[in-house]
T-cell receptor, first 110, second 114 residues
Framework: RKEVEQDPGPFNVPEGATVAFNCTYSNSASQSFFWYRQDCRKEPKLLMSVYSSGNEDGRFTAQLNRASQYISLLIRDSKLSDSATYLCVVNGPFTDKLIFGTGTRLQVFP | DTAVSQTPKYLVTQMGNDKSIKCEQNLGHDTMYWYKQDSKKFLKIMFSYNNKELIINETVPNRFSPKSPDKAHLNLHINSLELGDSAVYFC?????????????FGAGTRLSVL
């Protein structure tokens, strides 16, 4: 089983749609969780951290379910500029090592 | 001002050659990393250094040798390049320990081995 698993997509959605991505992780002792965004031929950039209580940043909402080892990202009112690959990232326990999922590709069309 | 900068951006070379990639960060972070992103876009850590000390050393061929002259620099030297080394190599930095492990990435070096 992969340490961090994501549906690779692609998710093709129209502008204004709501889209949700899911991710599961295998190590229950993992400590920190993030969503990164990677545009084509660019470096990954932090989108948001993920907290157990759930957190929101504008149109983006992240949720963590530790019992199910499941992380989600919801994007509301999709924009063309949201087209990118979204990487689910987990910080392993007792280490500074980040483990990246393979990413979910989102394509927003007009 | 670029926070994490790596050079060169592109590197095309023949099999068997030796090459280096340089990385510098001006964020004042204590920890720096090297990642490899292969053709399937899977991003995997190779090494991390904290204040010039090697912390993470994943299963990487010993043809790859990181060098950290100071905490703001982490270079990657690759000997006897092979076709399978073709990938994008990303440098990153973060303020750990003592902070949340949010990593900032350089723009990447696209290595093509012919």
């Amino acid at each position: 089983r992969k340490e961090v698993e994501q549906d690779p997509g692609p998710f093709n959605v129209p502008e204004g749609a709501t889209v949700a991505f899911n991710c599961t992780y295998s190590n229950s002792a993992s400590q920190s969780f993030f969503w990164y965004r990677q545009d084509c031929r660019k470096e990954p950039k932090l989108l948001m951290s993920v907290y157990s209580s759930g957190n929101e940043d504008g149109r983006f909402t992240a949720q963590l379910n530790r019992a199910s080892q499941y992380i989600s990202l919801l994007i509301r009112d999709s924009k063309l500029s949201d087209s990118a690959t979204y990487l689910c990232v987990v910080n392993g326990p007792f280490t500074d090592k980040l483990i990246f999922g393979t990413g979910t590709r989102l394509q927003v069309f007009p | 001002d670029t926070a994490v900068s790596q050079t060169p951006k592109y590197l095309v070379t023949q099999m068997g050659n030796d090459k280096s990639i340089k990385c510098e960060q001006n964020l004042g972070h204590d920890t720096m990393y090297w990642y490899k992103q292969d053709s399937k876009k899977f991003l995997k850590i190779m090494f991390s250094y904290n204040n010039k000390e090697l912390i993470i050393n994943e299963t990487v061929p010993n043809r790859f040798s990181p060098k950290s002259p100071d905490k703001a620099h982490l270079n990657l030297h690759i000997n006897s390049l092979e076709l399978g080394d073709s990938a994008v190599y990303f440098c990153a930095s973060s303020q750990v320990p003592g902070g949340k492990n949010i990593q900032y990435f350089g723009a990447g070096t696209r290595l093509s081995v012919l």
